[in-house]
């Protein structure tokens, strides 16, 4: 699976933005799908995740509320929609692919096969 993250930009506190990532191949229906983001200097950190088929989602505490995730298989596209926009969410965004079907591989970066080049967000106050 080849993952191609896309949208990133710069845009003003409170403003939003809609991340894609458009996947390769014919099996991205079989996998969970997550965002994941890297700040200068920090670790890579959770965002949010969805089930293969779209019907559990999952978020961290800090962009519950402001995030939205959602796929459509049949484009083979994940979307993650950032409202509400604050300078802490500056970092470089990636998408990953994750086979596993429990819930709480989700939050974890290892359990992740695959992983897009990574989208950049700035957020401007």
């Known amino acids: 699976v080849q993952l191609q993250a896309s949208g990133g930009g710069l845009v003003q506190a409170g403003g939003s933005l809609r991340l894609s990532c458009v996947a390769s191949?014919?099996?991205?229906?079989?996998?969970?799908m997550g965002w994941f983001r890297q700040a200068p200097g920090k670790e890579r950190e959770f965002v949010s995740a969805?089930?293969?088929?779209?019907?559990?989602?999952y978020y961290a505490d800090s962009v519950k509320g402001r995030v939205t995730i959602s796929r459509d298989n049949a484009k083979n596209t994940v979307y993650l929609q950032m409202n509400s926009l604050k300078p802490e969410d500056t970092a470089v965004y990636y998408c990953?692919?994750?086979?596993?079907?429990?819930?709480?591989?989700?939050?974890?970066?290892?359990?992740?096969?695959?992983w897009g080049q990574g989208t950049l967000v700035t957020v401007s106050s």
């Open positions: 969805i089930s293969w088929g779209g019907g559990s989602t």
């Open positions: 191949g014919r099996t991205f229906s079989l996998y969970g």
């Open positions: 990953a692919a994750n086979p596993r079907r429990y819930s709480s591989s989700y939050y974890d970066a290892k359990q992740y096969d695959y």
